[in-house]
């Protein structure tokens, strides 16, 4: 089955900078890969995805890169806020199962901007 | 309401207690899931039901029991279970005929086993 592999596991940056939190996955036949931001005490939420047909997205100030064929993918936060201090979990699917989302999540980046 | 919405928010129980853990969806949504988090793990799913039909069971000892009674409502039972069982269980559902891919979390239960 997929596996998820997600690095660092805490990253601590000062405001205004970037932050980069890394990806991997063993299924080749994963194609949908989401990335949740969870604040404290809060529900998961979903922030950005990306399906396997393109390579980068953005929206606003995070993108998410994928890399196919090495079976990697990241999310990228420019101009860090302190409203961007949360766990981030990345994960990836490899398809529909009878119409539901079988997702596997990587371990969480426990992200701190500080200001 | 909107979203999703689980009750109870915390529950302490004893390792005979028969419980449950009930979600509610309000967003018409034709999938409901239930997944585990720990400490310092990874979301872990538990079980999956698409149209009300149990779709995916991953490996979940038979001490959780799931029911899907209906598209809007999801139970988990919870029996003997052990003090390693506690977590935060979260429900989620989505829409997969629009193929958007998103998961709406709920709050979560918040369960200790004594």
């Known amino acids: 089955g997929e596996n998820v592999e997600q690095h660092p596991s805490t990253l601590s940056v000062q405001e205004g900078d970037s932050a980069v939190i890394k990806c991997t996955y063993s299924?080749?036949?994963?194609?949908?890969f989401p990335w949740y931001k969870q604040e404290l005490g809060k529900r998961p939420q979903l922030i950005i995805d990306?399906?396997?047909?393109?390579g980068e997205k953005k929206d606003q100030r995070i993108a998410v890169t994928l890399n196919k064929t090495a079976k990697h993918f990241s999310l990228h936060i420019t101009e860090t806020q302190p409203e961007d201090s949360a766990v981030y979990f990345c994960?990836?699917?490899?398809?529909?199962?009878?119409?539901?989302?079988?997702?596997?999540f990587g371990q969480g980046t426990r992200l701190t901007i500080n200001p | 309401e909107t979203g999703v919405t689980q009750t109870p928010r915390h529950l302490v129980m004893g390792m005979t207690n028969k419980k449950s853990l009930k979600c509610e969806q309000h967003l018409g949504h034709n999938a409901m899931y239930w997944y585990k988090q720990s400490a310092k793990k990874p979301l872990e799913l538990m079980f999956v039901?698409?149209?009300?039909?149990?779709?995916e069971n991953n490996s979940v000892p038979s001490r959780f029991s799931p029911e899907c009674p209906n598209s809007s409502h999801l139970f988990l039972h919870l029996h003997t279970l052990q003090p390693e069982d506690s977590a935060l269980y979260l429900c989620a559902s989505s829409q997969e005929i629009t193929n958007t891919g998103e998961l709406f979390f709920g709050e979560g239960s918040r369960l200790t086993v004594l």
């Open positions: 299924d080749s036949a994963s194609n949908y």
């Open positions: 039901y698409s149209l009300e039909e149990r779709v």
């Open positions: 990306i399906r396997s047909n393109v």
């Open positions: 994960a990836a699917s490899p398809s529909l199962i009878q119409g539901a989302q079988k997702l596997v």
